[in-house]
Structures are given as structure tokens and as C-alpha cells.
């Protein structure tokens, strides 16, 4: 700049308009350079009051500033990458002749059967949460069983919604709104299949982020060999590596012979975030397919396994966010299924939609589910899915 005089009302924050020259650079750190002609600020700041300066701001202070984090080059850098990843996203579903389907917000099932649902009423004071509707409607926690009406006629569908969950945790894995996203695939009878088509989907959208966005992932990669090491793998050919929660609880019970667990690992309970850090983070060092889960900690809508003792399920474990997609082979059997769902003592009636599917040209079929930002934790490396998400909700806070 010529004229130092055209600097004189600049301020950090400002939003200007610079007419001149773009050129070539002589710094490190870019490589252009406009040599301003002309200044002009559209949009003063106040330097006093103006909260981001000119220096490193932890991850914890941009939270409280949700309406000016945007601002800053790591939550620019996020921003960009979630929408790249979400075109890879749709570039692959579509590559591979998935239809979307956009599946509802409203609905009156749980999927999961956990019951950590935001429940729906309007604001008339004497309403009750089943008045509107006429039955108690909540926000979806997935979108998995409308998917699997519409698979049954497109044969592969996809969603990518919100979803809500109302967890009380406070961990950096949990949101209470956060987005899904989730396929049906109709004539699947062997897992291996789903693991093929979720292990290509990871690979074809990270290696579509790495094209496309090569700046902002090297922003997070930068000098963190092994947060660089894992998105190669991630893309690598080579595949996943694969094995059963039988397998799994036979690794973590020998790593524990020297005592690191705070969570005895045990068959026919849930693994423990430490348990699946171990696995992917140092015994496999990167991703892995757990598969095969006992029947009792699994949802019911999971196909048994000929051992009636598991069932056909998998849980893909990463570094960073440990789970980051679940699905399984869907129970196709009308009567097994059926039965299940009384045993499990849902609400009369609330199902048959969703069992009767069976009855009318069911396929073998098969789904999963991935959380969006969980995926954008892992590439990242960030602790919290607060610093993936826009606006972050959960438990204590849902500001703006």
C-alpha cells in the first residue's frame, strides 16, 4: 500500500472493500497479495469492545461467541470442510444409485427404544403432548425405520437429517441436536456387504475432501503426524480391519491383565469409550469394524445370528470420536420380529406399520448410521463435536 493514509481507519474486524492489484506474494504464509489503489471500510468495528483480537483464542472463549467464531480460521476451516463433506457425502450415494429420502423431524416411534426423546406440545397452556396429534409425537432420534419403508420399494435410500437426542451427558462425543447421516440397502443377506459399502463411503468422501479441500484439512493436519497418518489410512485401499465383540473382548481382557481399564471388559456388556479407544487407538491404530454384539445390548430390529446369541451388527471404532458409524442386517422374519416387539412391551399398535413390511415383499436387507460430526471430529482432530457444529446444543445450553 503506496498511501499509508488508506490504512488509517482500519480495525481488526472491520469489513472493507479494496480495489487494486492481485500479485504474487514474496511472504511464506500466502500466496497473494492485492496492493490496495483503493480502501474503503463498509462496516466499522469497534476495536475496544471487538472480542476477537489478534491472537491465539481457545476453543472454550469462540464458544461463548457463537455469533462471532465464524470469524475465526479454525471454525472457517470446519465450516468448509463440513460442506465439502457433505458433497462428498451425496457425490457417493448418488454414485452408487441411492435415493435420498428425507425422512421426518416429527414421528411418534423411538428407534433405539431409549426413550431420550425431546417430546412435542404446542404452547397452549392446557395442551398436553399427545393433544395435537392426538398421540405423544417426539423429535427423531433416526431415521432408520422410515428408510426402511422406502428401501423396500427404491432398494437403496439415504438420509441426511437432524436428529435429537435428550442425553444429559457433557462429554465431547454428545450433542442434543446434531446431524445424521443414514442408509437402507434392500437385498443384503451377508454383513460383509454393508461393511464393504461403509468402509467405501468413508474412503471415497475423505479421498473427495482431500481433492477438494486441501488447504483447510492440511490446516488441521499440519505438523500432527498422526492425525495425517490416519486420513491416509482411511483412504488406503487396503481394508479395515474386521473382527467380532467376541475377538474384541478377548484383546481388551489380555491389554487388561495390566490393570488400565477403570471398566472391567466383559462379554455381554456394552464396551466402554475406553475400551474402544484402546482398540482403535493403540491396538489397531486406526480404523476397525467391531461386528457380532451379544442380542441383549442391541436393538431389536437387529437380525440374530444362527447362534441366537448375537446378532448381525457392527460398530465402526476410530481414533478421536471411538464410534463412529453403527448399522446391522435388519430382522426380516414377520413373526420373530413380532414377537419381539411385544416382548419388549412397546406401545400396542405402534409398530405394525414398521413389522407389517414383513408381510408384503420383504428382502433381506441391511442399514447404518453415521453421526455427521463425528466424522469431522475424527478428520479434525478437535475434542468436542461443540467446535464441528454451527450452533451447539446440549444439555445446560442452546443459545441463539
Known amino acids: 500500500m503506496d498511501d499509508p493514509q488508506l490504512a488509517s481507519k482500519l480495525t481488526t474486524g472491520c469489513a472493507v472493500e479494496i480495489r487494486g492489484r492481485l500479485t504474487d506474494s514474496p511472504g511464506r504464509e500466502q500466496s497473494k497479495e492485492v496492493q490496495a489503489a483503493q480502501v474503503e471500510v463498509v462496516g466499522p468495528c469497534d476495536p475496544e469492545s471487538y472480542p476477537l483480537q489478534k491472537k491465539r483464542h481457545t476453543l472454550e472463549f469462540l464458544r461463548e461467541i457463537g455469533h462471532l467464531r465464524p470469524r475465526s480460521q ?75 419403508v422406502f428401501a423396500s420399494a427404491f432398494k437403496r435410500t439415504y438420509t441426511f437429517n437432524p436428529a435429537f437426542r435428550a442425553e444429559h451427558s457433557q462429554t465431547g462425543r454428545h450433542l442434543s441436536e446434531f446431524w445424521m447421516v443414514e442408509a437402507e440397502c434392500a437385498f443384503v443377506n451377508r454383513l460383509s456387504t454393508l461393511l464393504d459399502v461403509e468402509e467405501e463411503m468413508i474412503r471415497s468422501t475423505t479421498q473427495y475432501l482431500a481433492n477438494t479441500a486441501e488447504a483447510d484439512l492440511g490446516f488441521f493436519l499440519r505438523d500432527n503426524e498422526p492425525l495425517s497418518k490416519l486420513v491416509r489410512r482411511l483412504i488406503d485401499k487396503e481394508e479395515y480391519p474386521r473382527i467380532s465383540y467376541t475377538d474384541a473382548i478377548d484383546i481388551l481382557q489380555r491389554a487388561d491383565a495390566k490393570a488400565i481399564f477403570t471398566f472391567k471388559p466383559q462379554w455381554g456388556h456394552g464396551l466402554q469409550s475406553e475400551h474402544e479407544r484402546y482398540l482403535a487407538t493403540k491396538h489397531f491404530n486406526g480404523p476397525v469394524f467391531v461386528t457380532d454384539y451379544p442380542a441383549d445390548i442391541k436393538p431389536f430390529y437387529m437380525l440374530p445370528n444362527p447362534d441366537r446369541c448375537t446378532v448381525a451388527c457392527m460398530d465402526l471404532l476410530v481414533p478421536g470420536p471411538c464410534e463412529l458409524l453403527g448399522g446391522s442386517l435388519r430382522d426380516h422374519d414377520f413373526e420373530r420380529l413380532e414377537r419381539r416387539v411385544r416382548e419388549l412391551g412397546f406401545e400396542a399398535g405402534s409398530l405394525d406399520w414398521y413389522v407389517n413390511l414383513r408381510k408384503y415383499g420383504t428382502t433381506p436387507h441391511g442399514g447404518y448410521g453415521m453421526g455427521f460430526e463425528r466424522y469431522l471430529q475424527m478428520l479434525t482432530g478437535l475434542e468436542s463435536v461443540r467446535d464441528i457444529v454451527p450452533f451447539p446444543r446440549h444439555a445446560g445450553r442452546c443459545q441463539y
Open 74 to 148: 479454525t471454525i472457517s476451516a470446519v465450516t468448509r470442510l463440513r460442506d465439502g463433506a457433505e458433497m462428498g457425502l451425496h457425490r457417493f450415494f448418488h454414485k452408487n444409485e441411492f435415493t435420498r429420502i428425507h425422512t421426518p423431524v416429527l414421528t411418534s416411534n423411538d428407534c433405539e427404544g431409549g426413550g431420550e426423546t425431546f417430546n412435542v406440545a404446542t404452547a397452549e397452556k392446557k395442551d398436553t403432548d399427545t393433544a395435537f396429534f392426538g398421540r405423544k409425537v417426539n423429535l427423531t432420534v433416526s431415521g432408520q425405520l422410515h428408510l426402511e
